[in-house]
């Protein structure tokens, strides 16, 4: 594994943008937060950009639900940063017809009539249109005195691998449909960026089979669409307990029940008052060690397809006592040390 993470620092000198997917569930969000954090730790202005509208970075910053407006969340060392925005479609599209048609107050009333609601609802492919377009706008965004980038880095917690290639395609659906003049224009430069080497899209993945397929297939459909694949991240790695000898026993079935009832009465197990006899409580540690051996051997073999992909692979450890701050913290010294930051 040493050589692949090695690989993983070298592999994208130039990525700005990081876009992190994957099945649902499997930890889009932990992990963007994560990479947000672990980009802050070496001094950057990192901007975390949920897209999904459904405010989980403001519960894992334990912060207050985040408006249409990028707001501090953490710190990190050398005076490194944590924003946080949650792109709102239709705030988003009073800014833009704001910004490019000026229509501050008349933008307002279309918003009051619902007309905004209604164009955003109506049209899944104009949201897309709008959420990548403020990203490309905080991209691209420069400081008035020096011209410096506002953002070292921008981490986007994107939609699920089932509609991550259509969402970052969509400027490409509009560049077919105008030909020419501002939309065109706008279009062209956001597929510009995302196809860059300043993009690379991350896959998030648990060792189970459904994800894991969804995250090769998602990672070969990019590639057909020419946007950058950037790490696998194997999500929610198991760590057994049990020393390879005790592994080995259970899965060849020759660790038996009564054998550990003498063992389990030395670590004064079931203990006093407990209503289960040793015998049974003996017979339930075979079987749940059964289960997690055949769990981890099943992982392996996942690991194992994971790996022969040949692409960059970074793994995160199952946290038992569940994600709070600091252990987003862990999570992201753990991909620093991986070199994905
Ligand atoms: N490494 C981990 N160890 C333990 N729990 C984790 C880990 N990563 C994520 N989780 C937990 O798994 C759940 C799903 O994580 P998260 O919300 O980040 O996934 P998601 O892919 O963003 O989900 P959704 O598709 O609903 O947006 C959460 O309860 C989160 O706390
Ligand atoms: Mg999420």
């Not at 937060?33 to 730790?41: I, N, T, V």
């Not at 986007?156 to 224009?185: C, Q, S, Y």
């Not at 020419?226 to 020759?254: W, Y």
Request: proline share 4%; glycine share 10%; charged share 25%.
């Amino acid at each position: 594994m040493r050589a692949v993470y090695a690989r993983v620092m070298s592999e994208w000198p130039h990525v700005r943008l990081h876009v992190v997917t994957g099945k649902g569930g499997t930890g889009k969000t932990t992990v963007a937060a994560a990479l947000a954090l672990a980009l802050a730790s070496s001094g950057q202005q990192v901007l975390l950009c949920e897209a999904e509208g459904r405010q989980g970075i403001a519960r894992l910053f334990d912060v207050p639900p985040l408006p249409y407006e990028e707001r501090s969340v953490a710190l990190g060392s050398e005076g490194g940063e944590v924003h946080a925005l949650a792109i709102d479609p239709e705030a988003a599209l009073l800014e833009y017809l704001d910004m490019y048609y000026h229509l501050g107050r008349a933008g307002r009333a279309l918003d009051r009539f619902g007309v905004v609601d209604f164009v955003t609802t109506i049209a899944p492919g104009l949201r897309d249109v709008l959420l990548t377009g403020k990203v490309y706008e905080a991209y691209r965004r420069r400081h008035k005195k020096d011209k410096t980038s506002v953002y070292d880095a921008i981490v986007l917690d994107a939609p699920p691998t089932g509609r991550i290639t259509r969402f970052l395609n969509v400027n490409t659906e509009v560049a077919g449909l105008a030909k020419m003049g501002p939309i065109r224009n706008q279009a062209d430069s956001i597929m510009d960026v995302l196809r860059s080497e300043g993009t690379a899209v991350h896959l998030v993945t648990l060792l189970e089979d459904m994800p894991v397929q969804e995250t090769l297939d998602a990672a070969e459909e990019l590639d057909a669409i020419g946007l950058q694949v950037g790490a696998l991240i194997v999500n929610q790695l198991r760590m057994s307990p049990l020393d390879d000898d005790t592994r080995k026993a259970l899965g060849d079935q020759r660790l038996a029940a009564p054998a550990l009832v003498g063992a389990l009465a030395d670590a004064g197990l079931p203990g006093r008052g407990v209503a289960v006899s040793a015998e049974d409580l003996a017979e339930d540690l075979v079987t749940a060690g059964a289960e997690h051996v055949e769990r981890l051997t099943l992982e392996a073999a996942l690991r194992e397809t994971v790996e022969r992909s040949g692409r960059p692979v970074c793994t995160l450890p199952l946290l038992t006592d569940g994600v709070d701050l600091g252990a987003m913290y862990e999570l992201a010294e753990s991909l620093c040390a991986q070199g994905l930051a």
